[in-house]
């Protein structure tokens, strides 16, 4: 009634780009704020301080005059951008860190493409945590360092933890500083029940994945999403298009979103 039927017109348009998005049409209506790294978003000063072929590893400028001597490694999931843990200043966990006084490194993985399709677990183990574990272990003197893997990089850091556990299960240990803490955040690591994603994931279900790494290398981030449209499907994907859809409700930036 206030808006005399715009409110309406909106939501039907941004049903109809929902839509189109999902089919990898373009939208018809501007697409809203940019979400830029650096500028909008990921905007914790820092600075790449070692690269390999899978990973760079980021460490972050000092907010204090002095730092605790234990630095903080961050290993996010390789499906996300490392600024999934810093997005707006006033919720970032990695501002928050540095502010504490806390020296924090992140990694940040690459993008594969078909030219990874070789790659496997002991390489993402290896080029991963391992990898930068030891350089954040020469950077910082040997101290003792505090990890934290969230999503995927938490199951990836919990398998490097238990392998650095065992007397010759990494050959290059030694260069790698002793694990003062590990801090997991949304992360698996007993896959025995694999909760609500176990009802997408069959023999069948596998053996197609399996061939459409071999054909391309990689998924996409289409193929990707899928996946997390299907889980909690009554809460996640109707509830955004709703949100979308209410009248006189405006969009939320991504990551000031509700989450479910």
């Not at 089919?23 to 697409?31: E, F, H, K, S, T």
């Not at 704020?33 to 905007?43: H, K, Q, W």
Request: charged share 20%; with cysteine; net charge neutral.
């Amino acid at each position: 009634m206030h808006t005399q039927g715009g409110s309406l017109a909106r939501g039907a348009s941004h049903a109809l780009d929902d839509w189109r998005q999902r089919r990898g049409l373009a939208p018809l209506q501007d697409a809203g704020p940019v979400f830029r790294p650096g500028i909008e978003v990921a905007n914790t000063p820092g600075q790449v301080v070692h690269r390999n072929h899978l990973a760079e590893l980021i460490q972050y400028t000092p907010m204090t005059p002095r730092v605790q001597r234990e630095p903080v490694f961050i290993v996010p999931s390789w499906i996300m951008k490392f600024y999934i843990l810093d997005l707006s200043p006033h919720n970032s966990l990695v501002r928050y860190l540095v502010e504490q006084g806390h020296t924090v490194f992140m990694l940040s993985w690459r993008n594969p493409d078909e030219g990874d399709a070789l790659l496997d677990m002991p390489d993402y183990l290896q080029l991963g945590v391992l990898d930068a574990l030891a350089a954040i272990t020469r950077l910082t003197g040997g101290v003792p360092i505090h990890a934290a893997g969230y999503c995927l990089g938490g199951t990836l850091l919990a398998i490097a933890a238990a392998a650095l556990a065992r007397p010759r299960a990494v050959p290059a240990a030694a260069a790698i500083a002793l694990l003062a803490s590990v801090t997991l955040l949304a992360a698996q690591v007993d896959f025995r029940d694999a909760g609500d994603l176990g009802v997408l994931i069959d023999e069948a279900q596998v053996a197609t994945l399996e061939d459409t790494m071999a054909e391309r290398g990689f998924l996409t981030g289409q193929q990707m999403g899928g996946s997390f449209q299907f889980l909690h499907a009554q809460r996640r994907p109707q509830r955004g298009h709703r949100v979308r859809a209410r009248p006189c409700r405006a969009q939320l930036p991504a990551d000031a979103q509700p989450r479910g």
